[in-house]
């Protein structure tokens, strides 16, 4: 088992900054690709940004590349997300996933977070 808690979300301006956390316990988190998804009112669950098990691959969204960045800090087991320029359509719960490989599809996580909620106001 994985436990994994989300910190950092919070409200912010149109074109500001955050950065959210995620915290893992349990089994050894070095061994498990990373991932953030994200989900708005009304909408489904859309993948945002993912990490490898090394941190050596990184994958986002097309609606976040060169925005947001994703990395992780093992010895310190918790993976970040970097949000910088943000804008109203961000606004979404922001949930870290674990699991074996680094993909963009939902499915294949294994352990989630119970979210975050990051709120951008025009």
């Known amino acids: 088992q994985v436990q994994l808690v989300e910190s950092g979300g919070g409200l912010v301006q149109a074109g500001g900054s955050l950065r959210l956390s995620c915290a893992a316990s349990g089994r050894t988190f070095s061994g498990y690709a990373m991932a953030w998804f994200r989900q708005a009112p009304g909408k489904e669950r859309e993948f945002v940004a993912a990490i490898s098990w090394s941190g050596g691959s990184t994958y986002y969204a097309d609606s976040v590349k060169g925005r947001f960045t994703i990395s992780r800090d093992s010895a310190k087991n918790t993976v970040y997300l970097q949000m910088n320029s943000l804008k109203p359509e961000d606004t979404a719960v922001y949930y870290c996933?674990?699991?074996?490989?680094?993909?963009?599809?939902?499915?294949?996580?294994?352990?989630w977070g119970q979210g975050t909620q990051v709120t951008v106001s025009s």
């Open positions: 996933a674990a699991g074996r490989v680094a993909t963009r599809f939902g499915v294949e996580y294994d352990y």
